[in-house]
């Protein structure tokens, strides 16, 4: 199962964007999502400010564990972590991550890369697994 999120790009943004969401039904414990955004160069600072604005009603959703932005030369990376496949599946139809892909939308270099994942644990426990 997935969501699929389309947005329109700004004026002169290249049109329709889109991208899915495997919703973590299919993901056993609790799940992570590791969300790349690669962003048109001198747009990061924008992208960060998208984020900035939805963090905080993020961080207020039932079952958010983790939703952690970090930023590079040309991308966001947002590390999150869900109590369960229900919270991350209300999370990925809910209007903080709709706001946000509308806002990053005509930012974008490349396509969304989005990732659910399960952990692998390995090593030490406590430090191999979110």
């Not at 199962?1 to 329709?16: D, F, K």
């Not at 495997?22 to 001198?42: H, I, N, Q, S």
């Amino acid at each position: 199962m997935s969501a699929h999120l389309t947005w329109q790009h700004g004026p002169g943004g290249g049109g329709i964007g889109s991208f899915d969401i495997p919703f973590a039904l299919e993901v056993a414990g609790m799940p992570v999502v590791v969300a790349t955004v690669r962003t048109k160069p001198g747009e990061l600072e924008t992208a960060l400010d998208v984020f900035r604005s939805h963090a905080p009603a993020v961080h207020e959703e039932d079952g958010c564990l983790l939703y952690a932005v970090h930023a590079g030369e040309d991308r966001v990376v947002v590390v999150e972590n869900w109590a369960d496949g229900a919270a991350l599946d209300a999370h990925s139809r809910g209007a903080a991550l709709a706001g946000i892909a509308a806002g990053v939308g005509g930012l974008l270099a490349a396509p969304m890369d989005v990732a659910v994942l399960d952990a692998v644990p390995m090593g030490d426990p406590g430090k191999s697994t979110l």
